[in-house]
């Protein structure tokens, strides 16, 4: 039995849309793990043709976007077109002038089936999407679709301004952030991938996820330059990767530390107190390190992007108008890209990523809630607080919060300093963390001991190519009955929480699941995209089930990948590992209810 493709675009149209599906993922997981892009693929027909349906959408069957909802889309298209300032612009050139209305109807269709897909009523909430530009395909416009989580996208936060003026009727976009970078790379890397022959057939033409990235933070870097001073040219696609050079330089052996702020040079925020008789051009990369060593926290080598001015400081500063930036060089390759305090994309050895904070707040006071049922929203507020302080400090140190603080600091007598019973503050913390030990405190951040040499067994969960603080904290939690969490801060800023709390689940998904699993198999034909997304589902919550559940799951997997198997026996098959209990799964801990998200002392109040 073959598989029919009914809204047939091109023969590769399937391979090149599963081929996305994992290329996405791959690159947007790098960004951050909560993504869970989704990929599809429309055709707008623009030629007769007698054969072919006027939309068509990849994949066609059991998908929450049909054809249906572009109805009418070229018209929209055209209508879109005539709102753009570009559309007053003629030229004499006959060719210049077609390829110019060309140009402009692509990106109609482009806008026409964003418009359309945002207005769909089954458009899955949270979601957004965004279309590659429209490349021809035999009689096809075909454009990729990209679905990101709008949830996940805000939380980094972006600048405003998305678009840059170069006449009266030209404008440029420019990236917002290093996701919306990634964005438009990745989808100017989809739409060269549809230029070539047979698009899809050659599942390693596109390029790797590293590779995007970096096209991502230059198209940032590029962007930035543009708005730190319009008048500068020739410069703005390389200065991602003069940054690079500057950082990967010594100077006398001396690792590159210091601030570089970007401004143009009459800006008013800038107070130089250094001028250079003759400016410094940032791509003479050892001569831009050797002066990074005058940098400090005080001054700034001032840059226009294209030259070094001198040292100055920055006077006060509106933020709305996002034409004032910094490099700041942290260390050997390392350097990050700040707007108003705010990091926009750290680099290490020449790739991007999104800042991230040492350790998660929300997380934490969830885990705690969890791991301390009695415990109160004031507590966990002073608990974080008390870490926020112990990340901080230069130095590794390691807070260790134990339901049975006060006789465990009784039992570890002969290798601790105790102390009277005393409730901790951040200031104080910090007066007791110099000395090698853990800091002993209870729920309610009560200290009882200080300097706490930590014993406990051997275990399977130890790493050797981790610190003895790490490893004895782990030894330590893995050996106590009762509920303990404790925080290992290393001398390089990295921080540990043990244990490491997976997230909670609501058992209802698990068993909607299997409920949804049950009634596909009584379904005609197997819908196999849904039968796919339930797996999936289950698959990613294997740590959850329970012995009952495994046993479900697997009979009725086992069924339904036989009848699969009958109805369509050349398909190709998923070799499925059979779900089995995880002997670290605790229900009380994993499974969502009040006292796991609420302290016991807050019911009622948060």
């Given amino acids: 039995m073959t598989h029919t493709v009914t809204h047939f675009m091109w023969g590769y149209q399937v391979h090149f849309r599963i081929e996305h599906e994992g290329h996405s993922h791959s690159l947007f997981q790098l960004l951050d793990k909560r993504f869970h892009p989704e990929v599809f693929v429309v055709g707008v027909r623009i030629e007769e043709h007698a054969n072919r349906y006027p939309v068509c959408v990849e ?17 929209t298209a055209v209508e879109i077109v005539s709102t753009y300032p ?43 999407y965004y279309p590659s530009f429209p490349v021809k395909l035999d009689c096809f416009l075909v454009s ?40 438009h790379a990745y989808l100017d890397d989809v739409a060269s991938e549809l230029l070539k022959p047979d698009p899809g057939a050659d599942l390693s033409a596109s390029k790797s996820p590293g590779e995007i990235l970096r096209a991502a933070g230059n198209l940032l870097m590029t962007g930035i330059a543009y708005k730190t001073d319009p008048g500068v040219t020739g410069y703005w696609g390389t200065i991602f990767d003069a940054w690079n050079r500057i950082s990967s330089l ?68 509106l933020a709305a108008q996002e034409d004032l930036y910094e490099v700041n060089f ?70 260790v919060i134990a339901e049975d603080a ?47 040499i930590l014993d406990g067994m051997a275990t399977q969960k130890g790493n050797p190519a981790r610190g003895a603080r790490f490893n004895s904290a782990v030894r330590y939690i893995e ?31 698990i068993e909607n699941a299997l409920d949804e699993l049950e009634a596909l198999m009584r379904s005609e034909p197997l819908k196999v995209r849904h039968y796919g ?5 289950l698959e990613e919550r294997r740590f959850y089930l329970l012995p009952e559940h495994c046993d479900r799951a697997n009979q009725l997997i086992a069924a339904a990948e036989e009848r699969l198997a009958k109805d369509n026996p050349e398909a190709p098959r998923i070799i499925r590992r059979q779900f089995e209990p995880d002997p670290d799964f605790a229900p009380g801990l994993y499974y969502e209810h009040e006292s796991t998200l609420v302290g016991a002392g807050d019911k009622g109040h948060e």
């Fill in 330 to 399: 942290l260390d050997h390759h390392l350097w990050e890209l700040a707007h108003a305090g705010h990091v926009l994309m750290r680099v290490q050895f020449g790739q991007p990523s999104l800042p991230a904070p040492a350790f998660d707040e929300k997380k934490m006071r969830k885990d705690l809630a969890r791991i301390f049922p009695q415990i109160t929203s004031h507590q966990r507020d002073l608990l974080v607080c008390l870490v926020n302080e112990a990340v901080g400090e230069k130095h590794g140190t390691m807070l």
């Fill in 406 to 452: 006060a006789n465990e600091a009784k039992r570890l007598v002969n290798q601790a300093t105790l102390v009277a019973p005393r409730l901790l503050r951040a200031d104080l913390l910090r007066q007791l963390t110099p000395i090698d030990g853990a800091v002993l405190v209870d729920p309610s951040g009560t200290c009882h001991a200080i300097g706490v």
């Fill in 59 to 75: 994949p066609e069957d059991d998908f929450w976007l049909t054809p249906d909802a572009f109805e009418g889309v070229l018209r």
């Fill in 479 to 509: 050996t106590q009955k009762k509920a303990c969490l404790a925080v290992i801060v290393s001398e390089d800023g990295g921080v540990d929480i043990i244990p490491e709390l997976r997230p909670a689940v609501r058992r209802s998904t």
């Fill in 144 to 183: 990729l679709v990209l679905g990101l989580q709008e949830e996940v996208v805000a939380s980094h936060g972006s600048l405003s301004v998305d678009r840059v003026p170069i006449h009266d009727c030209r404008s440029c976009e420019v990236a917002t952030s290093l996701i919306d970078a990634a964005i």
């Fill in 86 to 128: 570009e559309s007053r612009m003629f030229h004499t050139h006959p060719m210049a002038q077609k390829q110019l209305e060309e140009s402009l109807f692509k990106r109609g269709v482009q806008d026409a089936v964003s418009k359309m897909i945002s207005e769909c009523p089954s458009k899955p909430d949270g979601m957004r």
């Fill in 533 to 537: 997304r339930v797996t999936e589902l």
């Fill in 250 to 317: 010594k100077y006398e052996r001396a690792i590159g530390k210091g601030r570089v702020v970007l401004a143009r040079q009459d800006h008013p925020a800038i107070a130089p107190e250094i001028t250079f008789a003759q400016p410094v051009k940032v791509h003479d990369s050892r001569a831009a390190r050797k002066l990074l060593q005058l940098a400090s926290k005080d001054l700034a080598l001032h840059s226009n992007v294209m030259y070094l001015f001198g040292l100055a400081k920055i006077g006060n500063y």
